[in-house]
Each structure stands twice: as structure tokens, then as C-alpha cells.
């Protein structure tokens, strides 16, 4: 069974920082893109970041561009997603996620429960 | 960015009738297009894939189609559990981008 625990959400005042990390298990982690996907509570989805399975070339959204950083720790089966400068605009949950089809971390294909971060003062 | 409108925001259909929901690209992308569920507090769960191919463990009652600009889903029977919110989402062009959902409810 494919697994993805988030962790590291919380309170952040603006212009901090915070580092999501995502526990993967239940399947070939080394071999997966991945991406992080955020969603304001009640609001819609929207794609934040993706890694390339293969070249571990990264994307992002031009919203976070510049601020966000994500990564992987193979040995540990870890997904992270290093946030700063942040921005009231960035409060929502974000989930991680695995594209199991594709290379390069656009298709969702699981989804972790996800972790709220807030960026309040 | 490929912008992608859902009609409608809300649909309301009894338990056992069948479910359209849409989709509208506003460009072509190909086949490389998703549907995702999301009931309250819970995280998506994808249900399409290719525009047509279902994801594991997805029953039959779900198809997709579509090529292109316009897409669909459809529920043929609407079980109790299939009440949710339901998301479009292209993969073809950067950034993938998601339709702003149809929320599903019973009638």
C-alpha cells in the first residue's frame, strides 16, 4: 500500500521559514516523480512543485518560484519542500504526492492527507 | 497557463442516476488530462488518468472522455459514497493546472 505522511506544517509569521517533509513507503520511492501539490481550506488545487524522476530536474510555479526549494533524500525515502520568504498568500494545506505515469511529477497518481501551514503575524 | 472551467459548480443528482460532469480546456491538451476526487477533509483521490484510463481500484461506474479542449466524466449509477467535489486537471503543458471543481451533492 502507497503511503505519504506530511509533516511540518504550522504557524510561520510573514517572510519566514518552514521545511514540509513527506514520509514515503509502499512502493519504489527512487524510482517515482514527485510532486507538492496546496490547497486553501474550501478552496481549489493548486500544483507547486515537481522532481523528475529520472534527470532530478525540478519545476515550480511561478508563484513559489525563487522562494521554494524541493528536494529528496533517497536513502531515506523523504520528499522535502523548503519554503521561505513566506507570504499570507502561501497559508494552505499542502499535500505530497507521487506521479506513477509520468517522469516528471505532474500527474497526482497518490496523495498524502497533507500538512496546513499557516503564515500569520 | 492552461485554464481549465468546470460546469457546473453544482450538479444534484439522485442516488442511482447517472453523473456528467465537464470540463473545458482553453487549449488543447491532448490526452493528458486527470480527474481527482476530494471528499470533506480527506485528501484527492485520482480517479482518471489519460482521459480515459481509470486509476486502481477505481470501479467501472467512472469513465472518462475527451480529447483536446473538452473533456467529461461520468458516474453511471451514483452510489452514496460518490457525493464529493471533483476536479479536472490537464498534464500536458506547463504548469499542470486544475479546474476550479464540481461539487457534487444529492438531490
Known amino acids: 500500500e502507497v503511503r505519504l505522511l506530511e509533516s511540518g506544517g504550522g504557524l510561520v509569521q510573514p517572510g519566514g521559514s518552514l521545511r514540509l517533509s513527506c514520509a514515503a513507503s509502499?512502493?519504489?520511492?527512487?524510482?517515482?516523480?514527485m510532486a507538492w501539490v496546496r490547497q486553501v481550506p474550501g478552496r481549489g488545487l493548486e500544483w507547486v512543485s515537481g522532481?523528475?524522476?529520472?534527470?532530478?530536474?525540478?519545476n515550480y510555479a511561478d508563484s513559489v518560484k525563487g522562494r521554494f526549494t524541493i528536494s529528496r533524500d533517497n536513502s531515506k525515502n523523504t520528499l522535502f519542500l523548503q519554503m521561505t520568504s513566506l507570504r499570507a498568500d502561501d497559508t494552505a494545506i499542502y499535500f505530497c504526492?507521487?506521479?506513477?505515469?509520468?517522469?516528471?511529477?505532474?500527474?497526482?497518481?497518490?496523495w498524502g492527507q497533507g500538512t496546513l501551514v499557516t503564515v500569520s503575524s | 497557463e492552461v485554464v481549465l472551467t468546470q460546469s457546473p459548480a453544482t450538479l444534484s443528482v439522485s442516488p442511482g442516476e447517472r453523473a456528467t460532469l465537464s470540463c473545458r480546456a482553453s487549449?488543447?491538451?491532448?490526452?493528458?488530462f486527470a480527474w481527482h476526487q476530494q471528499k470533506p477533509g480527506q485528501a484527492p483521490r485520482l480517479l482518471v488518468y489519460?482521459?480515459?484510463t481509470r486509476a486502481t481500484g477505481i470501479p467501472a461506474r467512472f469513465s472518462g472522455s475527451g480529447s483536446g479542449t473538452y473533456f467529461t466524466l461520468t458516474i453511471s449509477s451514483l452510489q452514496s459514497e460518490d457525493f464529493a467535489v471533483y476536479y479536472c486537471?490537464?498534464?500536458?503543458?506547463?504548469?499542470?493546472?486544475f479546474g476550479q471543481g464540481t461539487k457534487l451533492e444529492i438531490k
Open positions: 509502499g512502493f519504489s520511492f527512487t524510482n517515482s516523480a
Open positions: 504526492a507521487r506521479d506513477a505515469v509520468t517522469l516528471f511529477g505532474v500527474l497526482m497518481t497518490d
Open positions: 489519460g482521459a480515459s
Open positions: 522532481l523528475n524522476r529520472d534527470t532530478l530536474s525540478t
Open positions: 486537471q490537464q498534464y500536458n503543458k506547463w504548469p499542470p493546472s
Open positions: 487549449q488543447s491538451v491532448s490526452s493528458n
